[in-house]
């Protein structure tokens, strides 16, 4: 799916779960083989006992991954239905009165 605000790039989604099940997958595997490593295991049982981390921690890392590509896209669609546009990065969040905070172009406009 596809997103935009207003005239800023476009905001791509779908892609993240795939990356964070690699990182997180990756991550068991080096986890383990360290650990594997550590503990004197013989090679054969630690690479086993890796892969198999890999394996668990990649679902986990999709399943996670997903969730976050749901709640992005549905944060893009309320704010398109709203048509609210996000604070760009070039203006300055200033405090006001109420203890909230309003952008420096609203300020001095």
């Given at each position: 799916?596809?997103?935009?605000?207003?005239?800023?790039?476009?905001?791509s989604t779908g892609g993240s779960a795939k990356i964070v099940a690699s990182c997180v997958g990756l991550t068991g595997f080096a986890v383990a083989m360290i650990a594997g490593a550590g503990a004197d295991n013989p090679l054969d049982v630690t690479i086993t006992r890796?892969?198999?981390s890999l394996v668990v921690c990649m679902i986990i890392g999709a399943i996670v991954g997903a969730a976050a590509d749901v709640a992005m896209s549905s944060a893009i669609e309320q704010l398109q239905?709203?048509?609210?546009t996000p604070i760009s990065s070039e203006t300055k969040q200033v405090p006001n009165d109420a203890g909230g905070s309003v952008s420096e172009k609203q300020v001095t406009s």
């Open positions: 799916m596809l997103g935009t605000a207003g005239d800023q790039e476009p905001v890796a892969l198999f239905r709203t048509g609210a």
